[in-house]
């Protein structure tokens, strides 16, 4: 069965370009466009591995990665954070919150399919 992955971001291109770049490779692709809709699907797939974007509207992607990783139902959920923050103090947080990985846009395709395959181990 393949395993899932939720993709919350509220850059629409974003969403669809790794959703295909993971669906070649096997993996079940669930999308939302804000942090809130994010939340919302995590209670209803229940995904093996969340990648999540950090500025977005409604719940932003430190408060949502905090939010799961504090939350006994889904802290096992691997989270990879991707952002256009680079900062030390945005990977920073993004390790105060729990993310298991830490991208920043733009990226290698290639390289977010190692960081999920080293996560999930697809």
């Given amino acids: 069965m393949a395993k899932k992955i939720l993709i919350v971001d509220d850059e629409r291109d974003i969403v669809e370009v790794v959703r295909m770049r993971l669906e070649t490779r096997g993996y079940e692709v669930f999308a939302a466009y ?6 919302e699907r995590v209670k209803d797939v229940m995904p093996d591995l969340i990648i999540l974007d950090i500025m977005m509207p409604e719940i932003n ?24 923050k680079a900062r030390d103090i945005d990977r920073e947080i993004g390790g105060k919150v729990k993310a298991d990985a830490y991208l920043t846009k733009p990226f290698e395709a290639q390289q977010l399919i190692e960081i999920v395959n080293n996560l999930i181990g697809e």
Wanted: glycine fraction near 14%.
């Fill in 61 to 84: 992607g430190s408060t949502l990665c905090g939010m799961l990783k504090f939350d006994e139902r889904y802290k096992h959920i691997p989270i990879v954070m991707l952002s256009v």
């Fill in 34 to 39: 804000n942090g809130r809709q994010g939340l």
